[in-house]
């Protein structure tokens, strides 16, 4: 199966008594309220701010997009700036319920354009990564893959352009940093010569002011594996995920997932290696701007996403893997898409926790109206959360879910439509919208704990069901800020006593093979 097959997206609101009695039932009932309103009205996707649109005919806005840990800052790719082949980034913060540029436009090398860039943000937002596998002044789809950081409310370069190694390679198809923005993984799943469209990965640090490989290239097992199509790193970079969609290993085009572990500045691959599941499933492909594959933030769950499937009416699905024990084992149901001829997964990013996931489907319908759906592990089954998100159209298609993001809560996503039309022009836009609902869940489903009174004055109870080594409670307030991070050890049973303000807040909680999210109220 060759890459060209998929890579043609341009055809397409009471006055308080006075009594103390009075006043704490109030708050009781108004803490409950709180709870039941973002069940009740906001089960519903509802859109945060304006949408973002290109500003010229044909930009194809929306071709990417990346969003920060805490999903007040977006990351916006325009392939076709202003009529040209050179695209462009902007960013963008929400502020005062609006989304306003931060820095100046970030522009493309020649030859980046033709829908083929691809962003991503580190995790607080402070560094982009500008990818371009089209890049051409070293040989026609060369590549060149840059990072910039912002000073003074300008983007700057932070070190030198990655560049491929030849023409044709696609250098930076794919590419992934991590939290800290200081490790980067570039895929280039077409790597001419010697290689022979095997393809091959690169890793870099930043360090002593330049970029710096780490541990070894990764390439391809055999000719034509394209390795590299879609690429994941974890929040400490310490995990690298590599899909080679076209590797025949089960058969014609199964396609296979490795995953590799820095160990002594080697990259050692961890389990084994997740393959497809029939004859042209190529698992891990995708249409450029997005990625099929993404990484939990410690890089413990993965999901995958394949396009290509409806081969002899196998489904496409998006299907997540934990790693237990030694190897990656599947956690609960495949997800599976609904439309026959859609691109189900070409999109697919995982909140922090790994227990949220958004699946975007831009060909949805045979229309290229595109859809989005967020779903939430719940128990071992994946249950969508809230509507199925799609964007009016005049019927001339806006491959609405060509690319996604996802915040580290689960709850605010980013959606791409690179074909969306205003007034007749194909303009191209980004959308992003919120649903607290997903988080409202108190108790997991079939879960190894409970976790007792909730509500509660700060001070709570966690039992497992057996001794734990290591249980790590991380609580969160609403805007995704960290209030605090306790680990306990050797223990069945964990007293969590903290002087929390009255709110709502969302406590992780990690132990051996479990992580579970749990929304409590604090009185």
């Known amino acids: 199966m060759r890459l060209q097959r998929y890579r043609n997206c341009n055809s397409y609101s009471m006055n308080l008594l006075s009594s103390p009695k009075i006043k704490r039932m109030q708050k009781r009932l108004l803490l409950g309220a709180l709870i039941m309103f973002s069940t009740i009205s906001f089960g519903q996707w509802e859109q945060v701010g304006q949408e973002i649109f290109g500003e010229n005919q044909s930009d194809l806005t929306g071709s990417s997009t990346a969003m920060n840990k805490s999903g ?10 202003n009529g040209t082949q050179i695209g462009r980034i902007r960013v963008f913060d929400l502020e005062n319920g609006q989304w306003e540029q931060v820095g100046n436009d970030i522009t493309a090398l020649v030859g980046d354009g033709q829908s083929d860039g691809r962003v991503v943000l580190n995790g607080d937002g ?14 026609d789809y060369t590549g060149a893959v840059r990072v910039f950081e912002l000073h003074s409310e300008n983007w700057v370069q932070l070190g030198t352009t990655l560049f491929g190694e030849a023409a044709g390679d696609l250098f930076g198809t794919d ?9 980067l993984i570039c895929g ?7 290689f022979s469209n095997k393809g091959y990965t690169e890793i870099y640090k930043f360090q002593n002011g330049n970029w710096q490989k780490i541990g070894q290239r990764i390439i391809g097992l055999n000719e034509d594996d394209e390795l590299g199509q879609s690429v994941s790193i974890n929040s400490i970079g310490t995990l690298i995920a590599i899909a080679a969609p076209s590797n025949d290993s089960m058969g014609e085009d199964f396609g296979q997932v490795s995953i590799y572990e820095l160990v002594d500045n080697s990259w050692v691959q961890k389990g084994n290696p997740i393959n497809g599941e029939y004859v042209g499933n190529a698992i891990g492909i995708n249409g450029l701007g997005g990625s099929a594959i993404d990484f939990n933030f410690d890089g413990s769950k993965i999901a995958i996403g394949s396009i290509a499937g409806n081969t002899n009416g196998n489904p496409h699905k998006v299907r997540i893997f934990n790693f237990q024990g030694n190897d990656w084992t599947q956690i609960g149901n495949s997800i599976v898409g609904t439309s026959e001829n859609g691109w189900f997964g070409q999109s697919v990013e995982l909140n922090k926790s790994g227990d949220i996931v958004i699946v975007g489907d831009p060909f949805e319908d045979d229309a290229i109206q595109g859809a989005v759906r967020v779903y939430r592990l719940l128990g ?3 249950v969508q959360q809230g509507n199925t998100l799609q964007l009016p159209s005049d019927g001339t298609g806006i491959a609405f879910g060509w690319c996604t993001a996802i915040n580290d809560l689960g709850n605010r996503i980013a959606v791409g439509a690179p074909l969306r039309q205003v007034n007749s022009q194909s303009l191209g836009s980004v959308t992003i919208y919120q649903n607290d609902a997903v988080l409202n869940t108190l108790e997991p489903v079939a879960s190894q704990f409970k976790l007792y009174p909730n509500p509660n004055n700060g001070v709570f109870n966690i039992d497992f069901t057996d001794a734990q080594e ?10 995704g800020k960290q209030v605090v991070k306790i680990e306990y050890f050797n ?15 969302l406590v992780e909680i990690s132990a051996a093979n479990t992580s579970e999210t749990i929304r409590i109220v604090v009185e």
Request: proline content about 3%.
């Open 72 to 81: 007040n800052r977006v990351a916006v790719y325009d392939s076709f700036h």
């Open 126 to 139: 402070s560094r982009v990564v500008l990818a371009g596998a089209s890049h051409n002044i070293h040989g």
């Open 175 to 183: 590419v992934a940093i991590n939290e800290a923005g200081d490790i």
């Open 188 to 194: 280039a799943p077409q790597a001419a010569g010697p």
């Open 380 to 382: 071992n089954s994946w």
């Open 470 to 479: 290591l249980v790590t409670v991380n609580i969160i307030d609403l805007l």
């Open 491 to 505: 223990t069945k049973k964990v007293e969590v006593n903290e002087n929390l303000k009255a709110g709502v807040y």
